[in-house]
Structure formats: structure tokens, C-alpha cells
């Protein structure tokens, strides 16, 4: 594995994922949210720098990359990878891991009820949205791709895959 893309909606599993693998592996792992933002869930990127910054970045030799977007940089990035990763748990698991995350943040950052009620709005969405958004879209573009492509659904799939990881 040289060059590998980890999405999923929020909650999945992505940063997780990549951080494992990045130790596992000695490859650097970047988060799309930090491509994304100026300064995190405050000041966004416009997309031609955003663009700028996904296609430098994607020339290096190895990387992880792991984020959500699809309305920018994944075919780029798509484009590049040799393999991939879709994590598609189930419903409950995001809701859950989402409300766990928020309430141990409460105090920390300055997230909101309000943004945490869009996520999970995006969640129980991501599935059920039409053939050009979220989910759909996603896997669409994954089959376009040339990338060697893993789809994780629980956690059972998350560690068999962790274990082989060692061999490959």
C-alpha cells in the first residue's frame, strides 16, 4: 500500500483508520478537514487553494487521506490511489459514536448542539440522498477508480483487515 484513500460519513472511523494504519505502515496520514479549513470548523479554504493543496499533495510518493468531500479533490485523489478504503457502518453505530464524541468535546471546543444536530442530520441523510450525493456518489466514484478497493461494514471487517494489513 502506497497511496491510500479512506472515506466514509462522519463518525465512521476515518481519522481512527488512518492514524492505525499510518503507525502501522510508517506513511503519513492527512485529514481533508485540515485541507478544508484555515483554521479548523472556522475559516474555509476557498477551492482553488483547497484544489492546489489536494493536487501537491497527491504527488508525493506515499500518503493516507482520509475525508468525506466529494464535491472537491476526490477524483484527484481517486485518480492516484492505489487503494481504498469505504467505511460503511451501520446507522446506529455513526448516531452513537457522533453524540459520544460531541458530549466528551462539550467542554474543549466551542462545537455546538446545533452543528452536532446537522451531522446527525447528514448521517441518517447520507444513504437515503439521490444517485449524485453522499453515499451514491461516493461509491460511484470508488468504481471509476483503479484502486484496489476494501468496503469495511463493522467492526469484525475493521480488524480482520487491520490483521491482514500485516502481510501485504
Known sequence: MKRLYILGTMGSGKTT????ISKRLKIKEYDLDDIY?????DIRRDEKERSQVVK?????KTWIIEGVYSSWGVEDILARATHVIMLDLPFYVLWHRIIKRYLARRGMHREKLSGVLALLKYVWLYKRRGPHEGYHEHMSLIQKSKAKVFHITNQKEKKIFLTALRSM
Do not use: G, N, V
Not at 483508520?17 to 492505525?20: D, F, N, V
Open 17 to 20: 483508520l488512518a492514524k492505525e
Open 37 to 41: 479549513w484555515k483554521r479548523k470548523f
Open 56 to 60: 501537491k499533495l497527491i504527488k508525493k
